[in-house]
């Protein structure tokens, strides 16, 4: 895999996105993820129902929703933890539930996903953390040298520059959670699923993963799916917002079209959630 890093440093807190530097919405692009009609039960109860979905390349969507209505089930359909009862998931072109075992494989690190609790080996450094992936990964090519090089990247775009040396038992709720983010940008996915990713931040924390999410695009044309309860991040930094209601994308657009929109549906997540903010 080449390196698409350069040599510039990513600077966590650099400033919000100009309009200019969001995505054009509309460009019609093939789209990196294309869902169709995914259904999902689990029991007697239908989460998905009949999702449809495309994520373009090099965008940041975010997807929104009750809790509950399915948005970490949708997120696992997309990286194939979760197999849909029904529906097509095609990543850059191809579709997932026809790939071979070694294509899916191959297929699944070009996506990363932020889990929503940040799983982290408690006998490892927080260093070591970050470094599993690319050292399983890298047994057929990545150096030492370049490994270490990697994970101080990562944990430095987290703010956690320092603290590689801790253990997991050391750190905050909120320092997980950047480790969690560091292990999935350290393998320099193209794709990056979040899972609430600013969940038990404080504001500047938060505001750093905001940036460095877009920076990532800016930078490495990565493309972002980010699940949020946080509206402040998601209207800054996203291209698009999708609205999850029902088991389906209920609504779609421009951050400044879902905004506007008169649906009560959106009214009542906007709204209800910017009441509780406010
Ligand atoms: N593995 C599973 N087995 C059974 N039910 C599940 C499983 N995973 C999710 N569910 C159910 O699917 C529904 C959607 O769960 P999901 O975790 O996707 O919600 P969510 O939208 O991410 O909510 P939140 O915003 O609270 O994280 C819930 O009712 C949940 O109980
Ligand atoms: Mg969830």
Redesign the pocket.
Known sequence: MGDREGSHSIDPMSEPLDESERSDPSADAVPMLHLQGIWKS??P?E?LRGVDLDVRRGEILTLL??????????L?VITGL?TADRGEVLFDHAHLEKLSDREMALMRRRIGMVF?SAALFDSMTVADNVAYGLRVQGRRGMKPEAVTERVAWALGAVGLGDSGALMPAELSGGMRKRVGVARTIALRPEVVLY??PTTGLDPINSSRIGDLIAELRQKLDVTSVI?T?DLALAYRISDRLAL?HEGRVAAIGTVAEVMASTDPVVRELLDGRAAELG
């Open positions: 689990f029991g109860k989460v929703g009750a809790s509950g209505c399915g948005k970490s089930v949708l696992k979760i929503q899972d609430e699940v309860h999850l």
